[in-house]
């Protein structure tokens, strides 16, 4: 599954491998900017069942500005649901 989203920081492609419900791989893509190693965000995210209620609460568990640079927590879900 691949989404993509106009950000306040950029163009942001989310490719997702979602098997029975659950991200089980995520890559990040686009022209953003990101600190440090983006694959330590993407490895956090897997795992996570495929919805709106617990990527959300996924999200609250770190502060997204270690790893995005305007990219806020709910256009990362916008991105990660489809919802462009």
Do not use: C, W, Y
Not at 21 to 40: A, L, P
């Amino acid at each position: 599954m691949v989404n993509s989203l106009r950000t306040s920081g950029g163009h942001l492609e989310v490719h997702l491998d979602v098997q029975n419900g659950i991200i089980r791989h995520v890559r990040f893509f686009g022209d953003f900017f990101n600190i440090g190693d983006i694959t330590e965000l993407e490895q956090f995210l897997a795992g996570t069942p495929h919805s709106e209620i617990n990527i959300r609460h996924k999200l609250t568990q770190i502060n997204l500005s270690d790893h995005l640079v305007n990219i806020t927590a709910d256009e990362l879900l916008q991105a990660f649901m489809g919802n462009a």
